[in-house]
């Protein structure tokens, strides 16, 4: 099976502009994680989509959100771009199933200059 | 709310030694998961191993084992034989049987092997 895969893998963009993260889980999974990762921060759950609907949302501001297609492809917007959202954005994918394993892609390296 | 500390920002060991890297979590939990991922140079996150909370035995892959004490909410990792390629950053990260796909992830290990 083919694994997580993200688009684009490297993205630079200025403050103020907003950006658009593709994630294509493991196929038959229907669940999609999303994290950032920063060296401060660390890694942190922005969000979780399972069959189309947000089942988990971390602590991060209305300027991220998401989506998920019914092909189980998922999306993560952020809005306004500040200098701090500069980071590694990782997706993983599962069956959905609380026992299951997530699977991580190779991530998207967002710069806001 | 979960937490997971990793105490030791980096380690060390020699080719083909043992070493272990050490986690604790917080919970109030009593279902739940614990994951070591591996993160070497090409950021891509890699499961090394995972244990259940209501089984007692040790999860075991192959070179890689954990020791698991539920009381003492403690999640180590024990590499043996290393090699070259084990170098990477470790993340402990602990997953609630509550709350989806969600992972608390710890603030990480560096591991060096030296030849």
């Known amino acids: 099976k083919a694994g997580v895969t993200q688009t684009p893998r490297y993205l630079i963009k200025t403050r103020g502009q907003q950006v658009t993260l593709s994630c294509s889980p493991i196929?038959?999974?229907?669940?999609v994680s999303w994290y950032q990762q920063t060296p401060g921060q660390g890694l942190q759950f922005l969000f979780e989509?399972?069959?189309?609907?947000?089942?988990n949302k971390g602590n991060f501001p209305g300027r991220f959100s998401g989506r998920q297609f019914s092909n189980s492809r998922s999306e993560m917007n952020v809005s306004t771009l500040e200098l701090g959202d500069s980071a590694l954005y990782l997706c993983?994918?599962?069956?959905?199933?609380?026992?299951?394993?997530?699977?991580f892609g190779p991530g998207t390296r967002l710069l806001v200059l | 709310a979960q937490t997971v500390t990793q105490s030791q920002p980096e380690m060390s060991v020699q080719e083909a030694e043992t070493v272990t890297l050490s986690c604790t979590y917080d919970t109030s939990e009593s279902d739940y998961y614990l994951f070591w991922y591996k993160q070497p140079p090409s950021r891509q996150m890699i499961l090394v191993i995972r244990q259940e909370a209501y089984k007692q035995q040790n999860a075991t892959e192959n070179r890689f084992s954990v020791n698991f004490q539920k009381a003492a909410k403690s999640f180590s990792l024990k590499i043996s034989d290393s090699q070259l390629g084990d170098a990477a950053m470790y993340f402990c990260a602990y997953r609630s049987a509550l709350s989806g796909s969600r992972l608390t992830f710890g603030e990480g290990t560096q591991l060096t092997v030296n030849p």
């Open positions: 196929s038959g999974h229907r669940s």
């Open positions: 993983a994918s599962s069956s959905g199933q609380v026992q299951e394993t997530q699977y």
């Open positions: 989509y399972f069959s189309e609907t947000q089942r």
